[in-house]
């Protein structure tokens, strides 16, 4: 898999951008020399401006790389579409306010918000919305102190390090406790609405969590409610695309189903999709990975010869033992 192996870590960092030098003024990076602004009467061309920004490619591997999430892909595409057209209009002198980029991801685990998340900032990056393009993830306990005065200092760190990027809350709801007055959950919130409010040219935070859980807090915290201009929901997938997802992960890693393998492993998701703990996508990689073992160590079994075949072919020997299939439940 790629380094974009979200979920277990609480705070880390991803993507392309260098972080800037030490010392270094980001208010001071090499602007381009503003050029002069076109005639009123000039023409431009947004073709030509969406291959020099090289945002298809993002689009292109948006679509082709993740199965499914068909609105969050034309939403997507809409914010591309917005920067592209500021940076088109900026070329005739017409600026506006930049866009207000701040997102809430919904959707229950699995189901791609860290994966988007990442793309998301590559494009913003290179729409030149964000200068960095990388994503800062955190959770409560990364922004929170657990005594007085802590609170402050954390949340501030953590905006620094995503400055020029994404900062990526997860379960986000969790900075508030509305049974705890003295929680320091409301201390982070409130510096946070001033960075989304004064650095929206420059970072972008995402809210992710459950629906239900997200709509209680917005609903407690308006000034944060009023500041995400986009919602995305990530549904559940469907057992076609859990399958389709399944097969995509495997072509990556040089593996094939054989035809007995492909009902099998769709037989193993259908019923792990109604036990306990299922993780969408997620289940699916987890799945494969256990399948991967069980393909190695039948092999491993083997006397004789092997072939670039036996390699590569995972047989539903590989599924069955699957705890998806016993009564146990225990597996993501
Ligand atoms: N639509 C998709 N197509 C292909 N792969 C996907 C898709 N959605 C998710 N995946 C893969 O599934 C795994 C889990 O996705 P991801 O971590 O983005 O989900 P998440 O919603 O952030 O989950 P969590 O809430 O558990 O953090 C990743 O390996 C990701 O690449
Ligand atoms: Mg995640």
């Known amino acids: 898999m790629s380094a974009a192996r979200p979920g277990f870590a609480l705070s880390r960092e991803w993507g392309p951008g260098p972080a800037p030098a030490p ?61 592209l057209v500021d940076r088109l209009r900026a070329r005739f002198g017409l600026f506006a306010e930049a866009p207000s980029l701040h997102m809430c991801f919904t959707g229950n685990p699995g189901t791609g918000k860290t994966t988007v998340a990442l793309r998301m900032a ?16 955190v959770t409560r306990d990364d922004l929170v102190g657990q005594y007085v005065g802590h609170t402050a200092p954390k949340t501030k760190e953590v905006l620094k390090r995503a400055m020029g990027g994404v900062l990526f809350i997860d379960e986000a709801y969790y900075l508030y406790r509305a049974e705890n007055e003295r929680d320091y959950g409301g201390e982070s919130i409130e510096i946070l609405l001033q960075y989304m409010e004064n650095h929206r040219d420059d ?5 992710a969590g459950y629906a239900d859980r997200m709509d209680t807090f917005f609903a407690s915290n308006p000034g944060m409610s009023s500041r995400v201009a986009h919602h995305l929901e990530f549904p559940d997938y469907s057992l076609d695309e859990l399958t389709a997802i399944g097969s995509l992960m495997l072509a990556r890693q ?15 998701l259908s019923r792990r999709m109604t036990q306990p703990r299922f993780a969408n996508a997620r289940s699916v990689r987890n799945a494969l990975e256990r399948a991967r073992l069980r ?28 705890r998806g299939f016993s009564r146990e439940t225990g597996a993501s």
């Not at 270094?24 to 602004?37: M, V």
């Not at 090289?54 to 948006?62: E, K, P, T, W, Y």
């Not at 094939?256 to 769709?266: G, M, N, V």
């Open 295 to 322: 393909h190695a160590n039948r092999l491993a079994a083997v006397s004789g010869p092997l072939g670039r075949d036996d390699l590569v072919r995972l047989e539903p020997a590989d599924f069955l033992a699957s």
């Open 23 to 83: 010392g270094a003024d980001p208010g001071a990076a090499p602007a381009p020399a503003p050029a002069e602004p076109l005639p009123a009467d000039a023409s431009v061309d947004l073709a030509a401006e969406r291959e020099a920004a090289g945002v298809d490619a993002v689009l292109d591997a948006l679509d082709g790389e993740l199965i499914g999430l068909g609105p969050v892909k034309t939403r997507i595409r809409e914010i591309a579409a917005l920067l």
């Open 254 to 268: 040089r593996y094939r189903l054989s035809p007995e393998a492909e009902r099998t492993f769709r037989e193993y």
């Open 203 to 207: 970072l972008v935070v995402i809210l």
């Open 122 to 137: 590559e494009l913003l990056h290179r729409l030149g919305y964000l200068r960095r393009g990388h994503v800062v993830s």
